[in-house]
């Protein structure tokens, strides 16, 4: 896949391969304004929003498990996702969380113009996760979120990206499903943070099966000990 487009201009009509469709443009000018694309409940339980809004940028960091966990509802309810820049992504993992493979692009090696190609995926693709951050400039990175702004689509940056409007890690792993000494690595018990700027800007927490024994993810009930745990990791 090649771009045919500045990375400064981030103005050109298409991406080989992609076809960039006319978004649909709801009240106040902005493509699906308002609007928000399912995610688990789970993980909405730490956005500022009831799913990921369109138009957003939302962050993710360094858990590709989370990342599968955010696309994996929009993507079984319809809407195509896009992954740039990750060549190392393991579809086995994704369709185990959920990703519908077949609404699925991979671009694992960008090119020369990695924001032309973002630019272009953001045109005609609902989610666009962004791997290798640091190749793209900070001015191009605060374009191609104003781009996803006035395209409707949500870009999930995966790594440090200026001006995202929620930042999301995870912390306290914790793997289930060893006995004494023997057993199977079957679920991971992790804390889903948020924090940034706007409607994100309150921190919340929350503890998640990421992955759940069926691949998903699946909430924690919060017994004393796991409130006292989310306590003390927030400080």
Known sequence: MSAMMSSTALD??????????????????VPGAGRVLPTRAELAAVLPWPGLRRGSTVAVHGSVS??????????????????VGLPGINLVAAAEAGLSLDRLAVV???????????????????????GGTGQVLDSDARRLSARARNRGSVLLPFGRWPGAEVQLRCSGARWR?????????????????AEGRGAASRPRSCRVL???RDGSVA????????????RAVAG
Do not use: N
């Open 210 to 212: 990421l992955p759940s």
């Open 12 to 29: 050109a009509p298409a991406v080989d391969g992609v076809s960039v469709g006319v978004p649909h443009v709801e009240a106040g000018g």
């Open 108 to 130: 694992p090696q960008p090119g020369s113009d990695p924001a032309g190609v973002i630019a272009a995926l953001l045109d005609g693709v609902d989610l666009v996760v962004v």
């Open 177 to 193: 499903g060893l006995g004494h000494g023997h057993g199977h690595l079957r679920e991971r018990d992790v804390a889903v943070h």
């Open 219 to 230: 909430g924690v009930e919060e017994r004393p000990a796991v409130r006292a745990h989310l």
């Open 66 to 83: 989370l990342l599968f966990a955010l696309l994996s509802e929009a993507s079984a309810k319809g809407s195509w996702a896009a992954v």
